[in-house]
């Protein structure tokens, strides 16, 4: 490479949660190469997706200009299924709506909203029967996220508001919350280097997570063990000291195993529990677990007791044991007692709160944790401040102006509620921001026809996403590297991320959106936010918000904009300004009202939907190195889908074979909530009678077979789990 840019811009990468710091070379007002910069989380690595997906900023399919729908042009889903190869026509989307002006688009946008909001509040509708809702975005920065629920929250006095950690970690948060009182990481993935044991469960972070996956690799080369347990046999097993290639749903069988394992012998940390467990907690768990011994348990999770027995005594013995996981574990119907089981291995254990311990739930969105930290969550103020909480909601109605009483004391609808809610009339208007719900929400046909049901949908996003397609408004959005904003990444990272190029044609910042909507219901915001995404200034738009963001949370007391601004990387929390930020917490207490967690027993849970004769197969869903989620920005990006350009369903050989198919020919997938055609490809780490599907390609969208049955807890869907019949055609 040899042309030099004009200048370059160092930022923060806008895909996964690993929070690769990154350099942009611009020249002639586009990015124009990308290097990995020396940021805490990767030291200058990258994976394909940051250093070559940037492009997708410059794709000419992006918004650049506000658009309202047609008035002969009605809301039809199936409009998403035809086009070349099965993907929509972005013509014919298009052609759907009408050019109009910022001023008109807003005035539509906001009178839309209001119109049901009034008709509600004529009716006495109140808190979560308030028919309006917003899904806000873990790919916008916490500036916007923190103004969307504030947003929702000011305007509309409910709590129905979400984004896509329902769909991610709702578990795994619910059940940290519940044991530890926080839902963040103990420890920063490169604390791997300190660990001698480090157990992998249900994420696969060399395709999703790839420069995380690099610092666990480099463990294992110093000489952790690692142990890797995954229905599938990922790459990372070829590093694993034991890899456990489990029964697909049968998390809890195997974990309460090896829980069983530390308590009948004698592998519990007494001294630890003893001062940092709640004191009954132990006794009624030891109880609990006395029948889900690795004899009884093997037949279900498929692995011999011997090796449960030897991975339980390598991890207890550690002596620094940590544990990752993913979607693999958090997105099930039983996904928040998967969680409580991996919690209480660290708990029995004390295998946390010192270097290369930890429990680390890796987040997938490159801010799904800072979003969350925002509040963007229905039952959940900034900093996790519960809603039912008199206190905290009066701090929220101080801080924004609002009159006492205006927030509702009941947690709003989540995500696929909220849509259930729209298929049955009792949701009637939604605005939003970033998310893509058409394409990433569970049984995608009847989010689809819920999206289309609405009498009123305004989205704003950076291209004409399947969710855009069937709104009234759509408001062309600016992208991440074309604006100022704070992410924070799967570590509680928090880092700057900064402008390379202007936003193409009339395209905005999310945060001036919101603005300009807030000032539309009188609400009175002035914060003065740059339409065209700002600099990194300290008197900025931007920078009001963070500032009045930290207000409102105690973890973020002492990092102040201008610190940010200085200092552009700091790990959360910072309780006071000359703190220097905590990649290691729960040192010496947790964060619940006494100091010590509790042990909660893992109940066991079946998946929602078994094969059976009709539906033989597992269907199992996830993404892949190449793109990212629904494919919005990936499938946009010139050298990824030149990578892999097209869908394919990974097969193990024998399920092949017994199709009487060769690699590459088409297979029919059906499921009790519709069908597709998409291409087959062999893969011998899928076990015999599952499939995989990555979720990315619009033209064969996996949820539109995936089930929305829900954890009851934490509201998250079991798109990792459906039963399934594979066709030849
Ligand atoms: Fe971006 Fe994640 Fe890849 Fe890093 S590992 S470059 S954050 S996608």
Redesign the pocket.
Known sequence: YTRRAERTVDTV?P??G???ALTLHVRNGRIDRVDGAPGPA?DGR??V??RFGMDYVHHPQRLTQPLIRRADAPKDPAILMHGPGGRADHAALLAQFRPATWEEALDVAAAGLARVRDAARAAGLRGRAVPVAGFGSAKGSNEEAYLFQKLMRSAFATHNVDHCTRLCHASSVAALMESIGSGAVSNPVRDCAHADVIVVIGANPVQN???AATWIKNAVRRGARLVLADPRRTELARYAWRYLGFTPGSDVALLNALLHVIVTEGLVNEPFVAVRVHPDDLRALREYLRPWSPEAMAPLCGIDPATLREVARAYAGGPASMIFWGMGVAQHSHGTDNVRALIALALLTGQIGRPGTGLHPLRGQ?NVQGASDAGLIPMVLPDYRRVGVAAHRAAAEAAWGLAPGTLPDEPGLTVVEILDAAYEGRIRAMLIQGENPAMSDPDAAHARAALARLEHLVVADIFLTETAALADVVLPAAAWPEKTGTVTNTDRLVQLGRPAVAPPGQARADAWILEQLAQRFGLGWDYGIDPHGGAPEPDSGIGRVFDEMRSLMPALAGLSWARMLREGAVTHPVPAPDDPGHPIVFTDRFPTPDGRARLVPARPGAPAEPPDADYPYVLITGRQLEHWHTGAMTRRSAVLDALEPVPHVSVHPALLARLGLQAGQPVRLRTRRGQVTVATRVDEAVPDGVVFWPFAYAEAAANLLTIAALDPVAKIAEVKYCAVAVEAL
Do not use: A, Q
Request: aromatic residues 6%; hydrophobic residues 25%.
């Open positions: 990468c895909f996964c690993v929070g690769c990767n990258l994976c997706k940051g997570h790839p420069v490159n």
